[in-house]
């Protein structure tokens, strides 16, 4: 999940919704799991793959997802500055 503000009408609102909506992340074993039964699930359209196989996603980045989430499950922002950074003030 993740905190967006939206303008509505003449004020801001800020709500929660999904980083990525409509999608499922699973994990199972490729070549012994029947991955072909997840597609038949109710409100499953299908895996993301290539050639009638479903793709992994590198587990680096799924860590990396997961690492910046808090107990909530809530992707905080990330870390954009460091100590001793330069930054220039705009406004």
């Known amino acids: 999940m993740l905190d967006v503000t939206q303008r509505c009408s ?3 609102v800020q709500q929660t919704r999904p980083l990525f909506p409509g999608y499922m ?25 290539f050639d009638g196989r479903p ?11 997961m690492a910046r989430c808090d107990t909530q499950g809530n992707v905080l922002p990330a870390d954009q500055f460091a100590p001793g950074d330069e930054v220039q003030v705009m406004n």
């Open 55 to 65: 793709k992994a996603l590198p587990t680096d980045l799924i860590a990396g997802l």
């Open 10 to 12: 003449t004020r801001f």
């Open 25 to 49: 992340f699973v994990s199972f074993e490729l070549d012994t799991a029947p991955w072909r039964k997840i597609n038949s699930t109710v409100g499953v359209t299908q895996l993301v793959g």
